[in-house]
């Protein structure tokens, strides 16, 4: 197994690569994760300042075992403008049949090896499909408002 980290630039791109992974045959998996609420001992530069958090990270797992990781700095709903990416994401994620998130926050995983942010991740859980019945339930851990404010 190759673990790689997705190359952070801005949100758009982001947003559509993860967007390309949704798609793509050959990916097996994509687990969401929502981190801390403010700074922690393992939040890093690459985080980016607290007035984000908490942060949107993913983990893409391919057919041949593979895994991306998407950590730091990548997605946040702390904004509306940032709300439409996310919410953009969840559209295109909820009812794939391979798409979940965990039950739990992730730590900040940025300033860790690529291998070590996977282990760290894989390890949270439980682990529940993201759907439309669920989508509400994840959408808790990356804001304290409602998804429907975000839409008015």
Avoid at 18 to 24: G, I, K
Avoid at 33 to 56: Q, R, Y
Avoid at 76 to 83: G, K, L, M, V
Avoid at 121 to 145: C, D, E, I, K, M
């Amino acid at each position: 197994m190759i673990v790689t980290r997705h190359d952070n630039t801005s949100t758009t791109a982001n947003l559509a690569s993860l967007l390309t992974a949704a798609v793509d045959r050959n990916v097996a998996s994509v687990r969401l994760f929502a981190s801390p609420t403010a700074m922690t001992p393992d939040a890093s530069p690459a985080d980016g300042p607290a007035t984000n958090f908490p942060l949107l990270a993913a983990m893409v797992t391919f057919a041949n075992g593979d895994v991306t990781v998407f950590d730091g700095l990548f997605l946040t709903a702390q904004r509306r403008a940032r709300y439409a990416e996310v919410r953009d994401l969840l559209d295109a994620l909820q009812d794939t049949g391979k798409a979940s998130f965990a039950d739990e926050r992730a730590p900040f995983t940025a300033a860790r090896s690529p291998e070590a942010a996977c282990r760290t991740l894989f390890s949270l859980g439980p682990v529940q499909a993201l759907t439309s019945a669920s989508r509400a339930q994840y959408f808790t851990y990356l804001s304290t408002l409602p998804e429907a404010a975000f839409e008015q």
